[in-house]
């Protein structure tokens, strides 16, 4: 099984291996100082192969809509928006790369405002943000948001930041069912 990647579709990505033995893999961000440019004479392909259990540090922006894909902050890595209805108005929007784990280095909701939430230090599957309709720009819609944390085939999720909404009654049987 390849411990790297070269991929050259819609601009030139690299992948690489989370750890040796498993089988998880993170896009390598654009930004990455040992990223090969046009040829590896410097050793970049080593380098990155030697770097142990990689996992790009992303900033997500909770307000990015569905469908749109975006850079997770100065890593130049991509990150993902997937949503599905949860039923009675409420929706959930999902960011995560393409099947790779990361940290997170900050959360965001519009580029210019950083979430006050619950720290977690640890690699992640995705983030999942929750709203009532459905518009996630709107910063008063934002009910919920979780991590999503892959161990092996067990998954665990983590609320890190909620709000009430009085208004609003079954959120929590809508969301933990």
């Known amino acids: 099984m390849p ?34 440019k046009n040829s590896d004479k410097d050793g970049n392909m080593r380098k990155l192969l030697q770097l142990t259990g990689y996992h790009p540090q992303i900033t997500p922006d909770l307000s990015k809509p569905y469908g749109k894909s975006y850079s997770g902050g100065e890593t130049g890595v991509t990150i993902t928006v997937r949503n599905a209805p949860l039923g009675n108005g409420y929706w959930k929007y999902k960011h995560s790369l393409r099947g790779g784990l990361f940290e997170l280095k900050e959360v965001k909701h519009t580029e210019q405002v950083p979430l006050t939430y619950r720290t977690y230090d640890g690699k992640l599957e995705s983030i999942t943000a929750f709203y009532y309709g459905t518009t996630p720009t709107e910063r008063p819609n934002l009910l919920l948001v979780e991590l999503v944390i892959r161990r092996g085939w067990n998954y665990k999720r983590i609320p890190i930041l909620s709000q009430r909404n009085k208004g609003r009654q079954g959120l929590e049987r809508i969301f933990y069912t």
């Open 3 to 36: 411990l790297l990647i070269y991929y050259n579709q819609d601009g030139h990505k690299w992948f690489r291996r989370n750890v040796k033995s498993g089988n998880t893999w993170s896009e390598v961000g654009k930004n990455h100082k040992e990223i090969p």
